[in-house]
């Protein structure tokens, strides 16, 4: 089934460590996003990009880097991990025209030790 | 930013009972609302959307509802089924492919 795919699923991480979390789509969506969810807090967007070859900075971007070399991939890093990115990250993507529905991966679970 | 909250944080109903969830918004600017549901362990998935030129839109056993004037907007599900228990988030945009979510509304149904 098309959609969108991240990974890892789940993932333990040392404080420090650097970390890509992977995105791809298959939908050829100009529009793709990351945003954390902590609970209490819903979801907060990190950082996006409208087209390939752009991004930009959402609500909560310190810590975080993300590049789009092509349409289907959006990989988020984070260059040196701390215990308060410990978060569900999820990866969404929208066609970028008249509409507002995005489509979410099915989120990757990290926690920073 | 922009501020997107809800009233409620927990709701529960009876199967079969309507549902109501509420959200705030506090960005005049903004244009374009939708709500989203989130099953456990999953990520959200899209029910409806509204632009700020109506006040009203239907779908399949939900309507949004929304009021500018005080910045509210609300989902109705009718006869509420437990595959309805989810999270249920709104969200607003006012900015090309920007998209700020409230904190969410956990719906419990019971049977």
């Known amino acids: 089934i098309a959609g969108i795919t991240q990974a890892p699923t789940s993932q333990i991480l040392a404080a420090g460590r650097r970390m890509t979390l992977r995105c791809t789509q298959d939908?050829?969506?100009?529009?793709m996003y990351w945003y954390r969810q902590d609970l209490g807090l819903g979801l907060r967007l990190i950082h996006y990009s409208n087209t390939a070859g752009t991004t930009g900075k959402g609500e909560v971007p310190d810590g975080y880097s993300v590049s789009r070399a092509n349409t289907d991939d959006f990989p988020l890093t984070l260059a040196s991990a701390v215990p308060s990115q410990t978060s569900v990250y999820f990866c969404?993507?929208?066609?970028?025209?008249?509409?507002?529905?995005?489509?979410f991966g099915e989120g990757s679970r990290l926690t920073v030790l | 930013g922009e501020s997107v909250g809800l009233h409620l944080p927990t709701l529960s109903v009876q199967e079969g009972d309507n549902s109501i969830i509420n959200c705030a918004y506090s960005n005049s600017a903004s244009d374009y609302f939708i709500w989203y549901k989130q099953e456990s362990g999953k990520g959200p998935q899209f029910i409806i959307d509204i632009r700020s030129n109506m006040d009203k839109r239907q779908g399949q056993r939900v309507t949004v509802l929304l009021n500018k004037t005080v910045k509210h907007l609300s989902l109705q599900i009718a006869a509420t089924q437990p595959g309805d228990s989810a999270v249920y988030f709104c969200a607003e945009n006012n900015n090309f492919n920007k998209f700020y979510f409230g904190s969410g509304t956990k719906l419990n149904v019971k049977p």
């Open positions: 969404a993507s929208s066609s970028g025209t008249d509409t507002g529905e995005l489509f």
């Open positions: 939908m050829r969506h100009n529009a």
